[in-house]
């Protein structure tokens, strides 16, 4: 869906009552930003560009081409990034056999077909040499790991938001940078689930609520003008 049109999935009734109540007012950028890229995995993705109900059959979690639209707009949004020298962070998730927890209970494993590389980052968005990788258990990219701190030694006050998915691990992450009171922007082109009204329902509220959802040429714009 081009850049802005997942606005008109919402409703027009719910868009007046947040804008009527006065939520949505822009954050804007602080002064240093971070790029995020969230659990751009094989496994969210599947290993090729093709219908989700098709990719879900080998990768329970893939969003299938849904999640490859988004790949090309997230190496732009990096190659800016490096370009202009903003720090760049991964996530991956790492979940185990093991790993005890009820929020398992409520989705499918992680399973990938055997021998895939399920776990790993796409290909075309592989982090480079001193770029962070950080190993997480659960949705946020904030809990249980060290990424705060990172960004404390960063001194990064903007958290740039891509990656997925929009009602999970986007979400959960940006409500986390709100609460620790950074800025969160959210490159529309740049996240993605499984479905335009998801999608769609998780931008609105991240917008109007915790973070600025705006278009990658704004991102890149602010970028050269640092």
């Known amino acids: 869906m081009a850049a802005g049109k997942w606005v ?22 602080g002064k240093y930003p971070a790029v995020l890229v969230v659990d751009m995995q094989y496994n969210q993705v599947g290993d090729r560009p093709e219908p989700v109900l098709d990719s879900i059959e080998r990768y329970p ?3 299938g081409e849904i999640g490859w639209a988004a790949v090309q707009p997230i190496r732009e949004l990096l190659d800016a990034a490096r370009q202009h020298r903003v720090p760049i962070i991964f996530t991956v998730i790492e979940r185990e056999p093991f790993d005890a ?8 494993a992680g399973s990938s077909p055997p021998g895939a590389r399920g776990g790993e980052i796409v290909d075309e968005l592989a982090p480079r040499d001193k770029e962070i990788v950080i190993r997480k258990k659960r949705s946020s990219a904030f809990f249980g790991t060290p ?10 006050d903007t958290l740039i938001v891509s990656g997925c998915t929009t ?10 940078a709100s609460q620790y009171n950074l800025f969160s922007v959210v490159v529309e082109e740049c996240v993605f689930d499984r479905s335009p009204i998801m999608n769609a329902f998780n931008l609105f509220e991240m917008d ?16 050269r003008s640092r």
């Not at 008109?8 to 950028?29: D, S």
């Not at 927890?101 to 499918?108: D, L, T, Y």
């Not at 009602?167 to 986390?176: E, H, I, M, Q």
């Not at 109007?208 to 970028?223: I, Q, S, T």
């Open 8 to 29: 008109e999935l919402v409703p027009q009734e719910v868009r007046e009552i947040y804008g009527k109540a006065g939520f949505g007012r822009r954050l804007g950028f």
């Open 61 to 63: 979690l893939s969003a």
């Open 101 to 108: 927890g009820i929020w398992k209970n409520k989705m499918p």
């Open 147 to 156: 990424l705060l701190s990172y960004l404390h030694a960063l001194q990064v």
């Open 167 to 176: 009602g999970s691990c986007v979400r959960s992450t940006v409500l986390d």
């Open 208 to 223: 109007v609520k915790w973070a600025d959802v705006v278009p990658l040429d704004e991102v890149k714009g602010h970028f």
